[in-house]
């Protein structure tokens, strides 16, 4: 078994699942940011 092929494998992999992922905890870091924003101005 080929280590560097596993590895490329795996980011193949990564990019698959964990890009949707990082999305995602983007969105809800965004939504954080705005949140304490809103919360600042309004309080």
């Not at 280590?3 to 494998?9: G, H």
């Amino acid at each position: 078994m080929n280590p560097k092929k596993k590895v490329k494998n795996d980011l193949s992999a990564y990019r698959i699942y964990g890009l949707p992922l990082v999305v995602l905890m983007g969105l809800i870091a965004l939504a954080g940011i705005v949140l304490a924003v809103a919360l600042k101005f309004f309080f």
